[in-house]
């Protein structure tokens, strides 16, 4: 080998060598970003690409994001302890919040809102920033926004529900979450607390009978091939909460804190949009999967929301009339406006 071909070798050589210690160096933070939800072909997942995109772009690469999805860091309990602990530096949940912040569940009451434009209001109006903002004080964690899971389903194996009185004597997962299991108990159904990562098996199993999710989930995470009656009564709106661990996001930079705060606005809005169309069409794959899909008439819905008109008295006495009678104004604002 020529003189001339041995300096371009290790010209080439040191050339890369450069580009790899600089693309190592460049990343001053490193973000991770854990979730439940499937890997591939879900609203959650796409949208935080889109979040990962931006924040990566207008910080110059200098902060790195990588997104741990399907439950891969632990089932969301734990997820939400890495983000209170810091082995997490974000999380997108949508169950365990209230179980540190009780005031978040107020979101959880059955039968809250009637469609999404109304949640939307609610929960981007002065009501929804109070106990977005509110979780730091309360648990030292940051709340940056919130998404869409989506109107929870009832879902099962045993027999069509098609009114209240079909739920007794079922066995229901719900998630970890004090009001949903209120709700479900009160139709006489037995609430069971299970972690998302282990549903499809215990459903597969038969060790319950069904469980309540959304739209979205019931399509992505295949549980039609393991479910054979879906109702839609969409008797809880449920957001997600994007979250971060505040100790980490108060060393970041004042300018990265601001384009994470945007850009977790801006996911809110994507990861919304995303989850309506994909609800959209998931009912329609789930006939074609061979689901047999129950419509409620308002009159039946109304029999469901008076069954869990108790739940709310329980909530009154545990957040107090102050918290709850917010909520209802802000509601029936968001009804009156439409």
């Known amino acids: 080998m020529s003189k001339i071909n041995i300096i371009n070798k290790l010209c080439a050589v040191t050339f890369a060598g450069l580009l790899l210690s600089s693309s190592a160096i460049a990343a001053d933070f490193n973000i991770k970003i854990s979730h439940s939800s499937p890997a591939t072909n879900d609203r959650l997942e796409k949208s935080l690409a889109i979040f990962k995109k931006n924040v990566e772009e207008r910080t110059d690469g200098h902060i790195s994001i990588s997104t741990y999805p399907a439950s891969q860091l632990g089932g969301e309990r734990e997820q939400l302890e890495g983000v209170q602990?810091?082995?997490?530096?974000?999380?997108?949940?949508?169950?365990?919040?209230?179980?540190?912040?009780?005031?978040?569940?107020?979101?959880?009451?059955?039968?809250?809102?009637?469609?999404?434009?109304?949640?939307?209001?609610?929960?981007?109006?002065?009501?929804?920033?109070?106990?977005?903002?509110?979780?730091?004080?309360?648990?030292?964690?940051?709340?940056?926004?919130?998404?869409?899971?989506?109107?929870?389903?009832?879902?099962?194996?045993?027999?069509?529900?098609?009114?209240?009185?079909?739920?007794?004597?079922?066995?229901?997962?719900?998630?970890?979450?004090?009001?949903?299991?209120?709700?479900?108990?009160?139709f006489g159904a037995t609430a069971t607390p299970m972690a998302f990562s282990e549903l499809y098996s215990s459903l597969q199993q038969g060790v319950i009978d069904g469980m309540e999710n959304p739209i979205s989930l019931i399509e992505s995470m295949r549980?039609?091939?393991?479910?054979?009656?879906?109702?839609?009564?969409?008797?809880?709106?449920?957001?997600?909460?994007?979250?971060?661990?505040?100790?980490?996001?108060?060393?970041?930079?004042?300018?990265?804190?601001?384009?994470?705060?945007?850009?977790?606005?801006?996911?809110?809005?994507?990861?919304?949009?995303?989850?309506?169309?994909?609800?959209?069409?998931?009912?329609?794959?789930?006939?074609?999967?061979?689901?047999?899909?129950?419509?409620?008439?308002?009159?039946?819905?109304?029999?469901?929301?008076?069954?869990?008109?108790?739940?709310?008295d329980t909530y009154r006495k545990k957040l107090g009339d102050k918290l709850i009678n917010e909520l209802m104004d802000a509601v029936s604002k968001a009804e009156t406006s439409q």
């Open 223 to 312: 549980f039609y091939e393991v479910q054979k009656y879906l109702t839609l009564d969409g008797h809880v709106y449920n957001p997600f909460t994007f979250i971060v661990n505040n100790n980490f996001f108060e060393r970041l930079p004042v300018k990265y804190q601001t384009i994470i705060q945007e850009e977790a606005k801006n996911w809110s809005t994507v990861e919304r949009e995303l989850n309506t169309e994909q609800e959209n069409s998931g009912i329609e794959e789930l006939k074609k999967q061979g689901m047999q899909v129950v419509y409620l008439s308002d009159e039946v819905k109304g029999e469901f929301r008076e069954i869990t008109k108790p739940v709310y």
């Open 85 to 186: 602990f810091g082995s997490i530096e974000m999380a997108v949940l949508a169950g365990p919040i209230p179980n540190i912040y009780p005031d978040a569940m107020v979101f959880d009451l059955p039968y809250l809102f009637k469609n999404r434009e109304v949640a939307y209001k609610v929960m981007d109006g002065e009501f929804g920033e109070k106990i977005l903002n509110g979780m730091l004080e309360k648990t030292g964690i940051r709340a940056l926004a919130w998404g869409e899971n989506g109107f929870r389903n009832f879902v099962n194996n045993v027999r069509p529900i098609k009114t209240p009185a079909d739920l007794s004597g079922l066995k229901i997962r719900t998630m970890e979450n004090q009001a949903h299991i209120a709700m479900v108990d009160s």
